[in-house]
């Protein structure tokens, strides 16, 4: 018999996530910081075994579990993580599509915060201002999302906000992705070495391998997934793509799946039969359970834009188990869409569109934002490449440039005014010049109304993120982008969102409006062209003081150039086994692990 791991979404609208286990206290702190409630999280971050594809390997958990706990809050709370950080190098995560208004210090990535050395704790404290939605949050530093780490966000509306839909009968949230056997070291150490990671091993559902659909291309013993659902009711499936590289076909057989919400917007409601999602995106269907339940229904995740000869191994499936289902689930797994119809995808995506008249987290229509009124400030057309010889190491760009981390996050520079840590010299358009690595931001204009053309050059589908700020995506078509392109683009409903593809040989226009001041992360979200250097900052000043950003926390963590103010540590979190070095010579030696965590970073 193969295991399986079972999960029923209690009734409504409760959670039903199997392995669901954290504690929040919720405090409702009246007269406090803006009267908002506060989620108290406490999470310990280390290493557990796990063998998702019957292969034993070590994995990041959360409190233990993988993938970790849902981040369930409400639009405006205020969210308190402390992160304690038991693993054997340093660590900081990111809350995908969590835009941190005014507060990019909270952002855990290398440009706005120091890393969490091994052993120490630190608290990310932020709030979820005028935000809804299915995010998730992630490891951004040493390929250590390529081994786990990773979680659901989940913003709910506040009460007197309707939902644009019927309250849901449960929740369920799905992770997809592809995964190797391998360790995140050994795959850092493939792509430092210049190698290319290979196919994937397969592709996991909520961390587990699976369902054996064909005997010769599953082998037995491999715990899946089973959804437990009630026949006649309707479920709300939030499916993120948390995998390293590979886009993801998202299907549940004889199920629709009507689109509700992507990455924080309520979206045009519309029934697929299969989504493509791709590295870093996140959405919501509604699937309503009106099937005979003649047998249990196959979900699967598939990959897109591969070579499906070599890889016949990977597909994610997991089971949908209604509570009168006549027996197991046999045969093919449902169709995916026809791999050579190339316009299969863009036309999908381009078919996603914003419900302008649904309240989100304000009352007031999103329509009355009407983006395509608005006059652009700053055009930016983003050229990548395939991976490319850089001083003897392979490494990807944009706009011919590979970005180099600095040893002080660019924030602190900036707050401490450290010159020569960064430039804000990021070109417009791709220069003519041999590419090279360097540390060069765009320079954002506050309040400004930002046109960034993705223009895709290499031979698989990209992903592009910013953080800070969900963006307009306006147009998307093969070819090379023109002026003349701007007459396609969307003007009215396109969704607005914070991760967008870039098909291979294709460009993605989005607008975004400068309005949150910080520096922010314009990042590849397909981890090996990210660790490679295809990133860059956003610098937004508001020139004016007195409405300034939040300021530097009072945890802050130091590094690089500003190691020297880092306070004591003692009081740090201390995990059991390490109590027997002194303040001192702790200090010293984080001091020194940093330093070289800076020199390695900087010539990764
Ligand atoms: C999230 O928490 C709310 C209470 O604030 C609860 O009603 C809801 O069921 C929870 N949702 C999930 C998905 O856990
Ligand atoms: C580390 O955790 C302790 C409690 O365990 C907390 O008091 C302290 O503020 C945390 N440190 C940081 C830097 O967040
Ligand atoms: C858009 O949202 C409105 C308001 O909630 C809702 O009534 C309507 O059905 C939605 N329209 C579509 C096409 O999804
Ligand atoms: C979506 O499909 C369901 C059946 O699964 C149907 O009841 C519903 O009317 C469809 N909705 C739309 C907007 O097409
Ligand atoms: C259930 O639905 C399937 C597929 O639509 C059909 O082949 C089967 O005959 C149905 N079974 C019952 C008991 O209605
Ligand atoms: C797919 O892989 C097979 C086996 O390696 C190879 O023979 C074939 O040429 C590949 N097809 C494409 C389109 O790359
Ligand atoms: C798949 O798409 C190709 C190209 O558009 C088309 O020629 C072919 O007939 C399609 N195959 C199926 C099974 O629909
Ligand atoms: C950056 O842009 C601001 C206007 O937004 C301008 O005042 C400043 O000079 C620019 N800085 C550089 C280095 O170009
Ligand atoms: C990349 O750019 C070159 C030169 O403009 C062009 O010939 C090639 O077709 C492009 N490839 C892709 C995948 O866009």
């Known amino acids: 018999m ?49 063998s998702p594809l019957g292969v034993k390997q070590q994995v990041i ?40 208004r005014k507060n990019s210090w909270q952002d855990g990535v290398l440009g706005t915060n120091c890393p969490i050395p091994a052993g120490w704790n630190w608290t990310y404290q932020f709030q979820v201002k005028d935000q809804i939605g299915s995010f998730f949050y992630f490891p951004t530093l040493s390929f250590q999302k390529a081994a786990g780490g990773y979680g659901g966000i989940i913003v709910n509306n506040r009460d007197i906000i309707p939902l644009p839909f019927a309250l849901p009968d449960g929740d369920v949230t799905l992770f997809i992705s592809d995964w190797y056997t391998k360790s995140h070291k050994e795959l ?13 091993y397969g592709i996991l559902i909520n961390g587990f391998g699976p369902y054996r659909y064909d005997d010769a291309l599953v082998p037995e013993g491999i715990t899946y997934q089973i959804i437990n659902i009630e026949p006649g009711k309707t479920y709300r499936f939030r499916v993120h793509n948390v995998g390293v590289s590979t886009s993801l076909n998202f299907r549940i057989q004889n199920h629709n799946l009507l689109l509700v919400e992507t990455e924080g917007s309520y979206t045009v409601q519309q029934n697929y039969t299969n989504m493509d999602i791709h590295v870093g995106q996140s959405y919501s269907f509604l699937v309503t359970m009106d099937q005979n339940a003649s047998s249990d229904y196959y979900i699967v995740a598939s990959p897109r834009y591969v070579n499906s000869s070599v890889w016949t191994k990977a597909s994610g499936v997991a089971i949908l188990h209604y509570s009168n289902s006549q027996g197991p689930t046999s045969g093919p797994l449902p169709d995916p869409p026809n791999e050579s119809d190339t316009y299969f995808s863009m036309s999908q995506a381009r078919s996603i569109r914003w419900n302008v008249s649904a309240s989100a987290a304000r009352p007031n229509p ?4 009407k983006y395509g009124q608005i006059d652009v400030t700053d055009v930016y057309v983003i050229l ?4 490319e010889l850089i001083d003897g190491k392979l490494r990807t760009t944009l706009n011919g440039i590979s970005y180099l981390p600095p040893s002080t996050p660019l924030k602190l520079a900036q707050q401490y005014n450290v010159l020569g840590v960064y430039k804000l010299d990021f ?11 360097d540390t060069s931001l765009i320079n954002g204009t506050f309040k400004g109304f930002m046109e960034i053309i993705f223009q895709n050059n290499d031979t698989t589908v990209q992903t592009y993120h910013l953080d800070g700020y969900a963006f307009f995506v306006v147009g998307m078509d093969f070819g090379v982008w023109t002026e003349n392109s701007r007459a396609t683009y969307n003007k009215w409903d396109g969704v607005a969102r914070c991760t967008t593809q870039v098909f291979p040989g294709a460009w993605t226009a989005i607008l975004v409006s400068l309005d949150n001041a910080g520096i922010w992360n314009l990042r590849a979200q397909n981890l090996d062209s990210w660790y490679m250097g295809q990133e860059v900052y956003v610098s937004v000043v508001n ?24 306070r004591d540590q003692s009081h740090r979190y201390k995990f059991s086994g390490s109590t027997t070095h002194s303040t001192v010579s702790r200090t010293i030696l984080v001091t020194l692990l940093i330093a070289i965590y800076g020199i390695s970073i900087g010539y990764r």
Request: charged share 15%; net charge negative.
């Open 543 to 566: 020139p004016e003081a007195d409405k300034s950003e939040v300021p530097l926390p009072d945890n802050t963590i130091y590094c690089g150039l500003l190691s020297s103010l880092q």
């Open 366 to 369: 999103q329509g009355s934002f």
């Open 427 to 437: 070109p417009n358009v791709v220069m003519n010049r041999p590419p090279k690595f």
């Open 61 to 100: 958990g959360i409190n233990g579990k993988f993938p970790g706990p849902i981040l369930n809050v409400t639009t405006n709370w205020n969210v308190v993580v402390n992160v304690k950080n038991q693993l054997d190098e340093p660590f900081l995560l990111t809350w995908n599509g969590i835009q941190h």
């Open 188 to 200: 850092r150490e493939k792509i430092d070495n210049g190698d290319d990671l290979g196919v994937p």
């Open 2 to 50: 193969p295991s399986s791991a079972s999960s029923s979404p209690s009734p409504s609208p409760c959670y039903y996530y199997f392995f669901f286990f954290y504690f929040v206290l919720v405090f409702l702190v009246s007269g406090s910081f803006a009267g908002d409630p506060y989620a108290f999280f406490d999470w310990t971050v280390s290493y557990i075994t796990a």
């Open 384 to 387: 990548n490449r395939p991976a």
